[in-house]
């Protein structure tokens, strides 16, 4: 079966492995610049992550989507497997959190302006992910 009829019965344009061939490191940097911007303001998200070290935090997560995304494994690299469940465990990660999370993203995807096939993968995988990730009730 030709790739394009494949693509064309799961109605989903790029796979995954394929966004970073498409966005870059550009893409990805100013996606997640895009969102750590707007983390310190937010109520619920401003008091989780680290305040001396958002910039760390800002290269965790671009490594990470770099890597997941089908560019180079840095993240792996330098910190393992993600793990992701594991290490969001010490937050309290209810669906308000979740959806402040996600809220944060979808802006930043705005903002970013990507190409509409990569908006569409990440957007998913970020609604996806979040939604697994939750870890207590409101
Ligand atoms: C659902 C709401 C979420 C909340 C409230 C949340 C919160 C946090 C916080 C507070 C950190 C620590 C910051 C740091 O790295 O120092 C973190 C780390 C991280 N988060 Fe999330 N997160 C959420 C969802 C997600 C999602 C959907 C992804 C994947 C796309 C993700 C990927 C990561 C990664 C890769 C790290 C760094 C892990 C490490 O190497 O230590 N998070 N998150």
Same mark, same amino acid.
Not at 12 to 35: K, P, T, W
């Given at each position: 079966?030709?790739?394009?009829?494949?693509?064309?019965?799961?109605?989903?344009?790029?796979?995954?492995?394929?966004?970073?061939?498409?966005?870059?490191?550009?893409?990805?940097?100013?996606?997640?610049?895009?969102?750590?911007?707007?983390?310190?303001?937010?109520?619920?998200?401003?008091q989780?992550?680290?305040?001396?070290?958002? !910039?760390? @935090? /800002? =290269?965790r #997560? +671009? *490594? %990470?989507l770099?890597?997941?995304?089908?560019?180079?494994?840095?993240?792996?690299?330098?910190?393992?497997?993600?793990?992701?469940?594991?290490?969001?465990?010490?937050?309290?990660?209810?669906?308000?959190?979740?959806?402040?999370?996600?809220?944060?993203?979808?802006?930043?995807?705005?903002?970013?302006?990507?190409? !509409?096939? @990569? /908006? =569409?993968? #990440? +957007? *998913? %995988?970020f609604?996806?992910t979040?939604?697994?990730?939750?870890?207590?009730?409101?």
């Amino acid at each position: 079966m030709p790739r394009s009829y494949d693509r064309l019965v799961t109605g989903n344009g790029l796979s995954e492995g394929e966004v970073y061939g498409r966005i870059g490191e550009d893409g990805f940097a100013r996606l997640v610049a895009a969102f750590y911007a707007q983390v310190p303001q937010d109520e619920v998200l401003g008091q989780m992550y680290p305040k001396g070290d958002l !910039a760390g @935090a /800002e =290269l965790r #997560l +671009r *490594e %990470f989507l770099v890597g997941r995304f089908g560019g180079p494994p840095r993240y792996e690299e330098a910190r393992g497997h993600p793990r992701l469940r594991m290490r969001h465990h010490p937050f309290r990660l209810d669906q308000r959190a979740r959806d402040h999370w996600v809220a944060l993203m979808d802006r930043a995807l705005e903002q970013a302006a990507l190409p !509409a096939d @990569a /908006e =569409l993968v #990440l +957007r *998913e %995988f970020f609604h996806q992910t979040a939604t697994f990730l939750i870890n207590a009730r409101d």
